[in-house]
């Protein structure tokens, strides 16, 4: 088993840091639509692999951009998601690390397989102070 981890084409987020880092739910530049399209010719799917995939934006279009067309599995879990590193007592994630909610994931990301057997708090402690999602 061969294991590649992957982990966005440039996001939104990075544009104009730190000031940027605080942008919800951003989303892939251009650059970033670019990158995660040459990812079909760096790292080639086929219907065998499994893509476990972050609840984030960027993520999920990366994944979305890089698997078009191959019918391989595609599984969103939080277990994979933004961690503060190194940790810090009492932080809080920033914003443009945020999950987005099982409900918008549902709806635009239809055709992938939610991991939803796992402690809700899995899920809600990273949304806590989301105050809007794109749906």
């Given at each position: ?5 992957i ?7 990075t544009?104009?840091?730190p ?6 739910d ?12 040459l990812?079909?010719?760096?790292f ?8 476990v995939?972050?609840?984030i934006?960027?993520?999920?279009q ?14 969103i ?8 590193f190194?940790f810090?007592k ?12 099982r409900?918008a994931?549902?709806?635009?990301f ?5 991991q939803?057997?796992l402690?809700t708090h ?12 794109r749906?």
């Amino acid at each position: 088993m061969e294991l590649i981890f992957i982990r966005h084409g440039q996001g939104e987020h990075t544009l104009n840091m730190p000031s940027s880092l605080h942008i919800q739910d951003p989303a892939l530049t251009k650059e970033g639509i670019l990158q995660a399209q040459l990812l079909r010719n760096q790292f080639l799917l086929s219907v065998t692999d499994l893509i476990v995939i972050s609840p984030i934006r960027r993520t999920l279009q990366t994944a979305m951009i890089w698997s078009e067309g191959i019918d391989c599995t595609k599984i969103i879990t939080p277990l994979v998601s933004p961690r503060i590193f190194p940790f810090k007592k009492k932080s809080k994630t920033l914003p443009c690390d945020e999950l987005m909610r099982r409900e918008a994931i549902k709806i635009e990301f239809a055709k992938y397989t939610l991991q939803e057997d796992l402690p809700t708090h899995l899920w809600d402690k990273w949304n806590k102070y989301i105050t809007r999602t794109r749906v």
